[in-house]
């Protein structure tokens, strides 16, 4: 090979590199290890893992993750491919992406959804730039107060760069009403921080006036059995699809969702798959619409998102399509019966005032009338991840369709105890 | 490939179901047990219809009933009012089986690295090792809350602490952040390091960056999304940046510049050193696009170049599966000077993709220091290999070494015959096609990237089929403006697609 090149040692590829940049010290890494070492390697750092019944949610939802998802997505067709560049080897994963955004606009009710965001946080705060490059003259974002903190906090990173003026506030309806001058788009949680399901009536047509869109965060598993964003009036719907049958895995990764109006089309950021024929009359799929995208448009794109997360795209296509309509309304009947079980059965114990008015769903929180770590060591001690501490001093739990009785009621019994 | 026309929603006859849930937590409670499969959409319909949403999440009145099980469950408000969905919910009914078999048939029209050689320039598609699949899939690893007690996490949090060691001493960059879940998401996030450091100094007016005329899209595309405008510098006839032409563009608006080092030609930016200072001296920094990292992989370190920040693409570089497009990982890591401001941007929800991380961590344990200084090298000598066995059939505008991709501007004899029309070629030939029509300075760019993972009758086999095509462009062009002929789909109208989109099943 050498000689074809016409070079006489690898070094003689690098003769161009200035030979003081040629990094001549040992690397500091460990030695190389074997498949066997490896194992016992992550296997030891596992064993320092505690592993828990998960009582908690803020953004990552402990959902049964049916088997036949790991055995789909670990298909090495699907696993191994890179972005569907060439479409008439990539029907595979463009027919999902296909799939996927037909899913999320049905969930939704919105007309046109992109191929995948990088989590929630990420795609709630596109949606916030999306208000702005959708509006003319227009640079501020009402952001509610009750959306998750780690999303407020994604939303104003990308804000405080983009110099988009981001006013975060408990009371959104009166803020638009009469507080800002350039509205561009309002965010507002479908279910909030503390699990109530909101309610937003009224609030589209008030948004609307002001010549601003509404972009509303959602669970996309709870968008079974609550009100969607399109039934609400938004113009936009983001959230986290992790609900969706995707492992907790710590944080990541997850995918992230944008569905929109129609006339919003051309202003989504990422890919978009979209269905035409071939030559001889085929149904196909190809990416589409990709004068928005910055391998076409460069700095005038409508995002820089490249890789996006089509595989967890994939991994929630799968689990919809084994949940079907009524999966989906059982399992969150299911999460309801054990969210109210436990709710009731907490409160009855006298270590929780009850705070919030609203219905809720699977998540719930409560003000502690307890000694808060204490009760959360002996949870834990029991093996139990619930009660999280919340920054407003509040305690959080979720109950979902992996938990038991028995096990809503040692938690119950541990409450009772301290 | 076979063709196969489903989709799922075309499978799905009513009252089949593919899930496995409980019944019921079996609870004596009586307004659970009355409201039927569908209780959440009875509820309790009782909330009181506000304008906005300030009433509901508030602080209820403590003398109201409070055990929500006592309310019977009635009949939600009819109209706007209730909270729970009103429209039906069309999601596919289908068993198992069906799921199972919809999905192996849409993989078989897929091709992966497994499936065989993926020359995709720029995006380093190396083999994905299995043993990092499994140890990703370890429920010790999945089963983790990202909001558990760091008292719980420690063995997660040891990964975090052993890839950014790791990751200092290959880029010779001081810590990483592992928040990124992409390449463009990690420059996103490297350009507002750069603007922190500006903003701390009270340098207010750096509002501009540079970048070079062969620079990956994204890194326009994520300069504008962080606010910054853009300055384009031109490269010379050699494909390098123009060190003259970059004197004058530099000045007290500068920001920095963003580099690809090899950049997008495969080539080797030789006055990086002069580039670096003379950006420093204007009080720029300099950023580093780590996509291309792979051929300097053991061999030279960004942080020895001069460079302040970089991201590195764990999905290119450090061999984890591509996905279909995600998720990949895009670690920044930075220098001293910028260090004090890793910890600023909150740029994505909880720990960044920490199963993409765990993968990247164990490709780089079984690499070690001992391998470590071959990827590079075979990366590079590999794509040398196939520049030189086919720069007779295919026009090489640069003809010097490069480093692990290298560009051709089409055929040497086209006879008509196109780029797409060769790229579409391959695939009849089992290869997937080069990056085409990239980077913007060949009209015609094929960007053919190996990787290290491929074995000589690999690339000679490759080698073989492209000089067939070029052949085939002198007996039969029209057969090749109709390829690919033997792909379960042929050439697909885009125009129409995009002219009349259809992006959901209806």
Known sequence: MLERIGVSS????????????????????????????????????????????????????????????????SRSEFLTAYTPYQCEISQGTLRYIFEWQTMICRLTGLDCANASMYDGPTAAAEAVRM???????????????????????????????????????????????????????????????????????????????????????????????????????????????????????????????????????????????????????????????????????????????????????????????????????????????????????????????????????????????????????????????????????????????????????????????? | MKYYDKLIFELSKPGRIGYSLPDSFGLACEAVAQAGPCRPRLGRGGTTPVVGSEEIGFFCDPAKKTDSCDVAPGEQPRGKAGIWREASLDLPEVSEVDVVRHYTNLSQMNFGVDTGFYPLGSCTMKYNPKINEEIANMPAFTGLHPLQPESTTRGALEIYVGMDKALAAITGMKHFTFLPCAGAHGELTGLMLMREYHMSRGDLARTKVIVPDSAHGTNPASAAVCGLEIVVVKSRENGLVDVEALKPLLGPDIAGIMMTNPNTLGLFERDIKEIAKLVHDCGGLLYYDGANMNPLLGMVRPGDMGFDIMHLNLHKTFSTPHGGGGPGAGPVGVSDKVLPFLHIPRVSGFHGNFGIILRAYAYILMLGREHVKMAGKLATLGANYIKESLKDCYKLPIPTVCKHEFVFDGLLEDNGVTTLDVAKRLLDYGFHAPTIYFPLLFHQAIMIEPTETESLETLDAFIAVMRKIAEEAKADPEMLHGAPHCTPIGRPDETTAARQPILKYD
């Open chain 1, 10 to 73: 690898l070094d003689d590829l690098y003769a161009d590199v200035p030979a003081d940049f040629i990094y001549k010290g040992e690397y500091d890494l460990p030695s190389a290890m074997s498949e066997q070492q490896v194992r016992d390697f992550f296997e030891g750092l596992a064993a320092k893992n505690t592993r828990l019944k998960v009582f908690v949610g803020q953004g990552a939802y402990d959902h049964y993750v049916p088997s036949v998802i790991p055995y789909i997505t």
């Open chain 1, 131 to 418: 208000c702005v490059a959708s509006t003319k003259k227009r640079n501020s974002v009402i952001v509610s107060a009750r959306l998750l903190p780690h999303v407020i906090e994604t939303i104003r990173t990308y804000a405080k760069y983009a110099g988009i003026n981001i006013v975060v506030t408990e009371k959104v309806a009166e803020e638009v009403a009469e507080g800002v001058l350039d509205l561009a788009g309002v965010i507002v949680p479908s279910i909030n921080r503390f699990g109530i399901i909101e309610s937003h009536l009224g609030l589209a047509d008030l948004v609307h006036d002001k010549g601003a869109l509404l972009v509303e965060y959602c669970d996309p598993s709870a968008l079974a059995v609550v009100k969607t964003p399109a039934e609400w009036g938004a113009d936009i719907a983001v959230g986290d699809g992790q609900s969706l049958g995707i492992p907790l895995c710590f944080g990541g990764p997850y995918v992230g969702f944008m569905a929109c109006r129609e006339s919003l089309m051309r202003k989504l950021p990422g890919r978009i798959v979209g269905q035409t024929t071939d030559a001889s009359g085929k149904r196909c799929y190809v990416l589409t619409l990709q004068a928005r995208e910055q391998h076409i448009r460069r700095e005038k794109a409508t995002s820089n998102i490249c890789s996006n997360e089509s595989l967890m795209a994939l991994w929630c296509t799968v689990y919809l399509s084994l949940m079907g309509p009524e999966g989906m309304r059982k399992l969150n009947a299911l999460c309801y019966e054990g969210s109210h079980y436990l709710h009731d059965a907490l409160l009855a114990t006298g270590k929780f005032e009850r705070v919030f008015e609203g219905e809720f769903l699977k998540e719930f929180s409560l003000k502690p009338k307890c000694d808060v770590l204490k009760m959360q060591q002996a949870l834990l001690d029991a093996g139990f991840f619930a009660g999280l501490q919340t920054e407003d001093g509040y305690v959080t739990f979720c109950v979902t369709e992996k938990h038991t009785l028995e096990e809503l009621d040692r938690i119950v019994e541990i409450v009772k105890s301290i």
